[in-house]
């Protein structure tokens, strides 16, 4: 998925129910733009016009423009996809979140 997500100009999630969307944070993590609903943990790491686009769940005119601005501007979809991997890499790559999980685990296990 790591060289689709490279090639996409940007990944579209319109999800109406979703706990955290993994799949975002990969797409990002590649340097994709994403749109995404604003529904469930998302918008915790999506910032709405820094790190992607942020549209009410079920609302198919605001994707429809939200995915129309991206594609005439692809100046702001790249800065967009810039910022969201900037963001994301630091965070929760996965020698990092791997170790939070060992962590988590050992404390559960010395409890």
């Given at each position: 998925?790591?060289?689709?997500?490279?090639?996409?100009?940007?990944?579209?999630?319109?999800?109406?129910?979703?706990?955290?969307g993994l799949?975002?944070?990969?797409?990002?993590?590649?340097?994709?733009?994403?749109?995404?609903?604003?529904?469930?943990?998302?918008?915790?790491?999506?910032?709405?016009?820094?790190?992607?686009?942020?549209?009410?769940?079920?609302?198919?005119?605001?994707?429809?423009?939200?995915?129309?601005?991206?594609?005439?501007?692809?100046?702001?979809?790249?800065?967009?996809?810039?910022?969201?991997?900037?963001?994301?890499?630091?965070?929760?790559?996965?020698?990092?979140?791997?170790?939070?999980?060992?962590?988590i685990y050992?404390e559960a296990?010395?409890?």
């Amino acid at each position: 998925l790591a060289a689709a997500f490279r090639e996409a100009r940007f990944f579209v999630l319109p999800s109406e129910y979703e706990a955290f969307g993994l799949v975002l944070l990969e797409a990002m993590g590649q340097g994709t733009a994403v749109i995404a609903t604003r529904v469930g943990g998302i918008p915790e790491f999506v910032e709405d016009g820094r790190a992607g686009l942020l549209v009410p769940p079920g609302d198919s005119g605001r994707l429809r423009e939200a995915i129309e601005r991206l594609w005439a501007d692809p100046a702001a979809t790249e800065a967009l996809g810039a910022y969201g991997r900037d963001r994301i890499v630091p965070q929760y790559r996965w020698t990092l979140v791997a170790d939070r999980l060992e962590a988590i685990y050992t404390e559960a296990r010395n409890a």
